[in-house]
């Protein structure tokens, strides 16, 4: 491609091309990206849901995006992000333009490949979290629950709560039974340990919530005055029925700043380089993916509106179980394989 290629940057996102903010690049705003964080050219949250919603602007959202890719002339929209980015972009494809994507999240929870960038960055400073809180937890004889980022998917969660030593590890995927978690702390205080670490997902919820609507778990805990996630009701609950003093961490968007890590940089790299190989060729209404540890491609159609969750039987589940930790069941936990089946939530505690 060479010098023949022109960029331009799209401003805010899917916002920018709903309102025609864009600006051609140069080589220039492109040096020593590679060490920042964040975007060069912001960002800001357009949610899929409202894409073909016509507001109080009078705005048809998706004919000015159209719009937006003809004035700017391009040949190629390359749209980099999550979920409800892929599904926007999918959208656009099956509007007719051409569209690649490219998986970026913290999340790592993109259908059809195995990591996203930004994910393993994520997992280093949630994991730094934790091996920090290992100190005050020891010296003040405290359980520490701390809420790592993911609302969906707990891949995030779970790397980093393996990573970082933390004793129980509760997932969005695996609703939990609180008195399990409760008999995994006081488990590990008869065995001499006077402080446990609970890594919690932004998004568990309990056995009791998994029955429910989301609208109705959500008005309950407003009711109870513990806000949108789980994390402060299971620390009251863990001191109130443990007796031990308990305490709250909540790293937050903390684990979605500061300089890539060196894998990020070269896995943003390596999809970098395949995008513009894919433009090279003309192949659109696709996403970049790694799968088995090569660099390839996913039909935007085939993965749009898609969450890809830690599955029953995960392979690191089972080498959670054998490096010590025991999942806290609300009944016996069943082999399948030589993997665990979680179907009745989980709760994994390991003695130190």
């Not at 509760?170 to 609703?175: D, F, G, K, Q, S």
């Not at 709250?248 to 940089?265: E, F, K, L, N, T």
Request: hydrophobic fraction near 40%.
């Amino acid at each position: 491609m060479g010098d023949n290629v022109e960029i331009v940057g799209i401003l805010n996102g899917y916002s920018g091309l709903i309102n025609g903010d864009y600006k051609e690049m140069s080589e220039d705003d492109f040096r020593g990206i590679l060490t920042l964080g964040g975007t060069i050219l912001g960002t800001k949250r357009t949610p899929f849901k409202m894409m073909r919603v016509v507001e109080d602007d009078n705005v048809d959202k998706v004919a000015a995006m159209k719009k937006t890719y003809k004035d700017a002339k391009l040949d190629c929209l390359l749209c980099l992000g999550g979920n409800g980015t892929h599904k926007t972009a999918n959208l656009l494809s099956q509007e007719g333009l051409n569209i690649i994507g490219l998986p970026k999240t913290i999340d790592n929870d993109i259908f059809g490949t195995d990591v996203t960038f930004g994910f393993h960055t994520a997992v280093d400073i949630a994991t730094d979290v934790i091996d920090r809180i290992h100190t005050t937890a020891g010296s003040h004889s405290r359980v520490m629950c701390i809420e790592i980022m993911g609302n969906k998917a707990g891949w995030l969660t779970l790397y980093s709560g393996i990573a970082g030593g933390a004793d129980i590890i509760l997932l969005p995927e695996m609703p939990y039974d609180i008195d399990r978690v409760c008999e995994a702390v006081e488990r590990r205080a008869k065995r001499g340990s006077n402080f446990s670490i609970i890594a919690v997902a932004e998004g568990a919820m309990n056995v009791e919530e998994a029955r429910m609507k989301r609208k109705d778990w959500m008005a309950k805990r407003a009711e109870q005055g513990f806000g949108a996630t789980a994390t402060n009701r299971i620390a009251q609950a863990v001191q109130k029925k443990t007796g031990m003093e308990t305490r709250v961490c909540i790293p937050g968007h903390m684990q979605r700043g500061g300089s890539p890590s060196a894998y990020d940089r070269v896995l943003a790299t390596e999809f970098g380089s395949y995008a513009a190989k894919l433009v090279e060729i003309e192949r659109y209404g696709v996403t970049v993916a790694m799968v088995n540890g090569r660099v390839t491609q996913n039909r935007l159609a085939d993965i749009a509106g898609k969450t890809r969750n830690v599955p029953e039987g995960c392979e690191l589940l089972t080498v959670a179980r054998r490096i010590g930790r025991e999942p806290g069941l609300t009944s016996p936990l069943p082999l399948a394989n030589g993997c665990p089946t979680l179907t009745g939530g989980a709760a994994f505690s390991a003695s130190r």
